[in-house]
């Protein structure tokens, strides 16, 4: 097995719940309206730090798709899919799209253990 390289994201990014490695940004999210069989997932336009199943038909509530489970390239766990292709026509917007499981990941956003609040707040000695 050769190196692994992990790309590091910038901004706001949901991670593995494993592992804690980033898998895709905030920004890429596109749909927080999908279910799996183990609850609600996220609909994003990318993903990074992830390795595919083979691809095969699978019969999803919104009609036979093309889909390959998506794993994380850490820990190896299973963290969605990837839509691969859609046969009806007003599916096809999801191809090359990734569905991650929202059991399976957390966001990584503030971490409240270092996060410093920096609003303007009024302390006791500035009552008027």
């Not at 095969?56 to 963290?79: K, N, P, W, Y």
């Amino acid at each position: 097995m050769g190196r692994l390289f992990v790309v590091d994201l910038e901004g706001r990014s949901y991670n593995c719940k494993f592992c804690k490695t980033q898998l895709t940004l905030a920004d890429d999210l596109v749909s927080k309206a999908f279910h799996c069989r183990r609850g609600k997932a996220y609909l994003f336009s990318n993903a990074v730090n992830i390795t595919f199943g083979p691809g095969e038909e699978r019969m999803m509530l919104s009609g036979m798709h093309t889909v390959a489970d998506i794993f994380c390239c850490c820990c190896g766990q299973i963290v969605g899919w990837k839509y691969e292709a859609a046969h009806e026509k007003s599916q096809k917007y999801k191809e090359g799209k990734f569905v991650l499981e929202r059991g399976r990941i957390i966001d990584g956003g503030v971490d409240s253990e270092f996060y410093i609040d920096t609003r303007p707040t009024i302390s006791d000695g500035e009552d008027a």
